[in-house]
């Protein structure tokens, strides 16, 4: 029997390069004629974070999952200044516009610094017309020093709190190979205390493969990160995910952003589950992808129409209002 943590193979491998040349390794899955779903994955991860999630729906969508740069098959930027927000961006803007056509759209669904990617691109012509709907994964759209768990609650003092949070995200040292304590530290920190032995196994065979130098150099950008504009203008019906005993990104996060968005369509929070909801639930978040793609995608890939009408509607009364002020 496949265990769901074995690397799916792809159908098709690609390369994307974004805006400043830097070249995006890009799998497809599934069915080449079914609903499509973009998949990006978080911090330290690969598409191989994927795994669980592609096996339960490639038998009915088409889905393409892609290294974010400086993680997996991906290159490095060239300098600093290719670690940010918005290189984020291109880069999700550089993938669409490879694997979708100008009239076709996906469900986008991204985990962790996934999902912050999806805010930083909210406002991009190219993403926005081919986003049909977004799942946003055990994320946040700012402030996570000040909201993260890791540390034990009662270090009561919030600056020195503060300090610990950012010294984990930012640290260079290497991870060397898995051991005993690396996957006994994952377990705590970004997995549920119910989590399986071969969960923990997978994440820390997904982590450790990142690079320090890459590692930290995003550790240093979620420390400042401040999407909340990104997250305002984020127009698609999007669902929210969290799981309640997520230490990275608390559910603090998800209920702000189901506040903040202008089309929140649902937020979901999974019992006891830590940061790796697509590694400890697999089933739930496919669920939460499925029911996305069955309310806005139509079976060849476009829009069902009923974005541009809700967008219609939203419009015309916002209007009649205005008329009426």
């Excluded at 996906?106 to 962790?112: D, L």
């Excluded at 550790?219 to 799981?243: N, S």
């Excluded at 230490?247 to 202008?262: D, E, F, G, I, Y």
Aim: aromatic share 4%; charged share 20%.
């Amino acid at each position: 029997m496949t265990s769901p943590y074995e690397r799916v193979q792809p159908r098709r491998v690609f390369t994307a390069e974004s805006a400043d040349g830097t070249r995006l390794h890009v799998e497809e899955h599934g069915r080449s004629d079914g609903p499509t779903i973009v998949l990006s994955h978080g911090w330290t991860c690969s598409t191989l974070f994927w795994a669980p999630v592609v096996r339960d729906l490639s038998a009915n969508f088409r889905i393409f999952a892609y290294d974010q740069r400086g993680h997996g098959l991906s290159a490095s930027p060239r300098s600093r200044r290719g670690y940010s927000t918005d290189a984020l961006a291109d880069d999700l803007e550089a993938v669409m516009t490879a694997a979708l056509g100008d009239d076709e759209q996906a469900v986008v669904a991204g985990h962790s610094m996934g999902g912050m990617t999806i805010m930083a691109a909210s406002g991009r012509e190219a993403v926005r017309r081919r986003t049909a709907a977004v799942l946003l994964a055990s994320t946040g759209s700012a402030r996570l020093l000040g909201s993260a768990r890791v540390m034990p609650p009662r270090l009561s003092v919030r600056w020195l709190r503060r300090a610990l949070h950012r010294q984990l995200l930012v640290s260079r040292m290497p991870l060397g190979p898995v051991s005993g304590i690396s996957k006994a530290a994952l377990r705590y920190g970004v997995l549920s205390p119910s989590s399986t032995a071969e969960q923990v196994e997978f994440t820390a065979r997904i982590v450790h493969a990142c690079r320090a130098r890459d590692r930290s150099a995003w550790g240093h950008v979620l420390a400042e990160l401040d999407l909340d504009a990104g997250l305002a203008a984020l127009g698609a019906p999007t669902v929210v995910l969290v799981g309640t005993a997520d230490k990275l990104t608390p559910a603090v996060h998800a209920r702000h952003m189901a506040q903040s968005l202008p089309r929140c369509t649902g937020l979901t929070e999974l019992p006891g589950l830590g940061h790796m909801t697509p590694i400890e639930d697999a089933s739930a978040v496919a669920a939460a992808i499925r029911g996305l793609a069955a309310d806005h995608l139509a079976p060849g890939g476009t829009s069902d129409g009923r974005a541009e009408a809700d967008s219609g509607e939203l419009q015309a009364r916002a209007t009649e209002e205005e008329k009426s002020a």
